[in-house]
């Protein structure tokens, strides 16, 4: 069986060395829509995406990602132009679960359309500092909005990895 959705599940890789050419406004476009798309508890859609491409609020958003690992100085969105953070809601009613639905989305999404991603964790943690509560009170956001997860996003520098063979017990038949 040969099919486009399957082969992007397959072959869709973490990237972790980015060009610093910005991605077009189509290619986000498609990307971040097809987060819109993702599985929601009961529909509600309570989850919420940023865009971030200012190098300003790039910068300051891999510095506080760089503070939670404890790593001053490192640089935990590997260089990419564009970071989408995704947050959820009071509407959310199966939090995490619905955060991470679309996040899955995009990075396949964004492998769809040709860009390098990669999940970034320690979103929670960001947005639970001062500083992250100040960034998002900046973009007009309210502070109560809960980090769940963050992507990479740009063009890759370099090839992708090739893939790890995948467990035999991975799957099990009952």
């Known amino acids: 069986m040969k099919n486009e959705a399957l082969e992007v599940l397959r072959n869709r890789r973490s ?11 189509a290619e986000l476009n498609a990307v971040v829509e097809a987060g819109t798309y993702a599985p929601t508890g009961k529909g509600t859609q309570g989850v919420k995406i940023v ?7 790039v910068a300051a958003v891999d510095e506080l990602n760089a ?33 991470a639905a ?17 999940w970034i964790n320690r979103c929670k ?16 956001l309210p502070d109560t909005l ?12 370099g090839e992708a990895p090739t893939p790890k063979p995948r467990k035999p017990d991975y799957v099990v038949k009952v």
């Open 15 to 25: 990237i972790r060395r980015y060009k610093s050419e910005q991605i077009t406004e």
């Open 51 to 57: 865009v971030v491409q200012s190098p300003e609020y």
């Open 67 to 99: 503070k939670i690992l404890n790593q001053p100085g490192s640089h935990p969105y590997y260089g990419a132009p564009t970071i989408l953070l995704i947050f959820e809601t009071d509407e959310c009613v199966t939090h995490v679960l619905d955060g």
């Open 102 to 118: 679309v996040c899955t989305n995009l990075l396949n999404a964004a492998y769809a359309a040709g860009l390098g991603s990669c």
């Open 125 to 140: 943690q960001m947005f639970e500092l001062p500083e992250g509560k100040e960034l998002l009170r900046e973009w007009g």
């Open 146 to 157: 809960t980090g769940v997860a963050s992507i990479a996003l740009g063009y890759a520098e």
